[in-house]
């Protein structure tokens, strides 16, 4: 991997990575896999433990997912009305509420991915073979990670998630409040130009109601 500073007119850091073989991970690949979402969550427990206490600090001052789930209330609010009538806005604004009534995140701040759904999954032969894209990694309040399951798992595999991660019902909930927050952010969007992404968030957001 080589890493470049801004120079010759390219105002920007830049990075060039090794080629990773796979396809971008699907529900119908992968949606009723319990063993793929257990190793989603062995993963994720990996990142949480790799926290030495000399990690410098992130700057999150532009990064939502680093902020407490309240910073999104406003525009998240904004969007359940908007999109009344294509989805039950009284569920919605329930479990809104209920997300931002869980307790946060009382522990030492932990790693998170903070950008991941099935986009930033690869698959090779069937099966996860790599996480990409850490742009959006952080430290802090680990509930953001728990998008994945909703936007890629099936009831039963969310299950398997769940019990294999060790995730506390307030930590649940909140996850459960970031996938609709951020379902409805990609949904008021972009869903009415691009179908892939009104599946896509139709799912997340439907899937994050049901818990």
């Known amino acids: 991997m080589g890493v470049g500073d801004p120079g010759f007119g390219y105002p920007w850091p830049w990075a060039v990575s090794r080629w990773l073989d796979g396809e971008v ?67 919605m604004t329930e479990l809104w509420n209920a997300a931002l009534s869980a307790p946060g995140w009382d522990q030492a701040p932990v790693w998170f991915h903070g950008d991941f759904h099935t986009g930033n999954l690869l698959t090779s032969g069937g099966r996860l073979s790599a996480v990409i894209d850490f742009g959006g990694l952080g430290k802090g309040d680990p509930a953001c990670d728990l998008m994945i399951a909703f936007t890629l798992m099936s009831a039963d595999s969310r299950a398997a998630f769940r019990d294999a991660l060790g995730v ?21 969007s972009y869903a009415a130009v691009n179908p892939r992404v009104a599946a896509q968030t139709t799912r997340q957001i439907t899937q994050a109601l049901t818990g």
Not at 31 to 53: I, K, M, N, T, Y
Not at 77 to 86: F, L, Q
Not at 168 to 188: E, F, P, Q, V
Request: no cysteine; charged share 25%; net charge negative.
């Open 168 to 188: 506390d019902d307030a930590t649940w909930m909140r996850g459960r409040g970031w996938a609709l927050a951020t379902g409805l952010n990609a949904y008021t």
């Open 25 to 91: 991970a699907t529900v119908d690949a992968l949606g009723d896999s319990a063993g793929a979402a257990v190793e989603l969550a062995q993963f994720l427990a990996a990142l949480q433990r790799f926290a030495p206490g000399d990690i410098p600090a992130v700057d999150m001052s532009d990064d939502l997912t680093g902020r407490p789930l309240s910073e999104r209330d406003r525009e998240t609010r904004v969007a359940i009305a908007e999109v009344d009538g294509v989805f039950d806005a009284a569920a």
